[in-house]
């Protein structure tokens, strides 16, 4: 069983920045690849990022492209999502998903049905 756990959010202002990160309390987490999702009231939960198991394969939704940075570090367990340039827009709670399917390095799911575990969310708002 993996659990993950989200910290980070927060409220901020427009342009203001946050990282938020995730962090797993037991597995071989080097394995998995890792996702932000994120969910706004009243819409349905999207993939934000992605990493894959060594980092060297990530993906970026089209609208925070440029704006937020995957990454990882293997030997503390943990994600992190940098997010720069933030929108209102960006609201919503973001939940850190682990696809622990072994699969080739560079195939990165944005289906919420191919992550097995997840975190159970952390508040982004950015607000003025």
């Known amino acids: 069983q993996v659990q993950l756990v989200e910290s980070g959010g927060g409220s901020v202002m427009p342009g203001g920045s946050l990282r938020l990160s995730c962090t797993a309390s037991?597995?071989?987490?080097?394995?998995?690849?890792i996702a932000w999702f994120r969910q706004a009231p009243g819409k349905k939960r999207d993939a934000v990022a992605a990493?894959?198991?060594?980092?060297?394969?990530?993906y970026y939704r089209g609208l925070v492209r440029g704006r937020f940075t995957i990454s990882r570090d293997n030997i503390k367990d943990t994600v992190y999502l940098q997010m720069g340039s933030l929108k209102p827009e960006d609201t919503a709670v973001y939940y850190c998903?682990?696809?622990?399917?072994?699969?080739?390095?560079?195939?990165?799911?944005?289906?919420?049905?191919?992550?097995?575990?997840w975190g159970p969310g952390t508040q982004v708002t950015v607000s003025s």
């Open positions: 998903a682990a696809d622990v399917t072994p699969s080739a390095e560079w195939l990165i799911s944005t289906e919420e049905a191919d992550y097995e575990f």
């Open positions: 037991e597995g071989a987490f080097r394995n998995y690849k």
């Open positions: 990493i894959s198991w060594l980092g060297g394969h990530t």
